[in-house]
C-alpha cells in the first residue's frame, strides 16, 4: 500500500466480495490508481434516505482508500441517470409548454442540484467524476454494437436485446436459480424475444418521448436500456475491468448482474469488477419505507429536523450490509453521541484517524467497531486522536452547534440573574447547605436552567431543552 499522509504503519484491507461471497484481502489490480464505480440516484425527484445510504456507504470507503493509497491514487465514479420515464412524467407534467427534451433538461438540472446540496450537507465528498447517463449515448451505441457483432445481442422489431444463453455463467454475481431470476426481473413477455431472459440494450422511443439515432443498423430513434448505461460510463471512465463496483443490495439482479454479462461478453473478459460490495436494505421504524405506508422520508425532510452530522452517524451505527431501521430514537442516540465528542475533542487534531478506528474500517468496513473505538478516545490522551478522527470520517461540528443553538429556548430569566443565583449556590454548598443548594437548583431548573455539577462544583448551565 502507499500513502503520502504520514509515516503510520497501515492496515491491509479486507472486503466482503459479493462475487465470491467471502471476504477477501484488497489487492488493486494497480495500486496507482484504484478505480471504484457506484450506481447514483435517478434524478426525479429529492433522494429519499434510502438513496443516502450507499453514498454514505461508499464515501467512507472513497476516504478509507485515500487515505491508504493516496488521494491522488484513488478514482471514484458516481453515475446520475438522467433517461427515465419517470423524469419524462415529471418534466411533461411540470412543463407543458415546453419542448420535452428542454423540459427533461429543467428537471434533472433542478434534481441533481437539490441531491448536490443533500450530500453536501450529509458531509459526503463529490466523487472524482459524475458522468450523465444521456452524455454517453456513443459508448452505448458502441457497446451494443459489439455485442451484436460478437452474437451476444441481437436486433428485433427495432429492439436490440442481450442474449443471456450466450453467456454460460450468466447469474453467477446473484447466484440464483434460473426460476428467482425469471421471478425477480419481472420478466417482460415479448413475442420479439428469442428468451424469457433477454432483456433490452436498446429500444425504440415512443412519440414524444427524448430518442437517439440507434445503432445496429435500426433506423427509427430509440433510447437505451438502463442496464447499459453503468456498463458504457464504468467502461469511459475506469476502463474495462476495475477495482470495486458498488450500490445497493437491490441492484444485485437484474441490474448489475446484467452489466457483468454485457460488460464481459463485449469484452471477451472473465472480469468486470474485481470487487463487488452491496449494502444492506434500510426500513423506517421496524416497516419498509413506501408512500403507501406513509414512511416515505426525503433527506430532505430529515434536515430540516436534524443536521446532516447526525444523519451520517445514525447510517454508520449499522454495518453496511446488515439491514438497517430507521427510528427518531436512534437519531436522538446519534445526536447525544455526537455533542459527547465534539464537547470532548481537542481543538487542535491530529491529521488522521486514531489507528484502533483505521483497524476497524479496514474490516470490511466495520463502521460500529470504528464507533465503540471513537468513544474510547473521549479520555484526555485521545482527545486529539478524536478530533482527527472526526475529521476523516466527514463529521463537523458547526452544522451540529448551529442545529443545538436554534432549539435552544428563549431563557424566562437574565443570564445574570442566573450566574447571581449560581454563585449564591456555591457559597450555600461551602457551608454544606445542601437544603438550600438543592432549592437553588431546583428553582432554576424550573425557569429553563440546568446546571451542570461535577465533584469540584458547578461548571456550567444551560437552557433546559
Known sequence: MMSGTNAQALPELKLYNTLSRTKEVFTPLDPAKVRMYVCGPTVYDFAHIGNARPVIVFDVLYRLLRHLYGTDHVKYVR??????????????????????????????????????????????????????????IAEMRQLIEMLVGSGHAYVAEDHVLFSVPSMPDYGKLSNRPLDDMLAGARVDVAPYKKDAMDFVLWKPSKPGEPGWPSPAGITAP??????????????????????????????????HENEVAQSRCAFHSGLMAKVWMHNGFLQVEGEKMSKSLGNFITIRQLLADWPGPVLRLNMLKTHYRQPIDWTVKGLEESAKTLEQWFDAAAPDAYPRPAPAVLEALADDLNTPKAIAEMHALRDHAGKKALAGTLAFLGFEAAPLQEWAAARVP??????????????????????????????????????GVALKDNKDGTTSWEPKR
Open 222 to 255: 430509440g433510447r437505451p436500456g438502463w442496464h447499459i448505461e453503468c456498463s458504457a460510463m464504468s467502461w469511459k471512465h475506469l476502463g474495462e475491468t476495475f477495482d470495486i463496483h458498488g450500490g445497493g443490495i437491490d441492484l444485485v439482479f437484474p441490474h
Open 79 to 136: 453515475n446520475i441517470t438522467d433517461v427515465d420515464d419517470k423524469i419524462n412524467a415529471r418534466a411533461a407534467s411540470e412543463h407543458p409548454g415546453l419542448d420535452l427534451n428542454e423540459a427533461i433538461a429543467k428537471v434533472t438540472f433542478t434534481t441533481e442540484a437539490q441531491f448536490h446540496d443533500d450530500l453536501e450537507a450529509l458531509g459526503v465528498l463529490h466523487p472524482d467524476v459524475e458522468p450523465r447517463a444521456t452524455e454517453h
Open 410 to 447: 428563549e431563557l424566562s430569566i437574565p443570564a445574570e440573574e442566573v450566574e447571581a443565583r449560581i454563585h449564591e449556590r456555591i457559597e450555600a454548598r461551602r457551608n454544606r447547605d445542601w437544603a438550600a443548594s438543592d432549592r437553588i437548583r431546583d428553582e432554576l431548573l424550573a425557569l
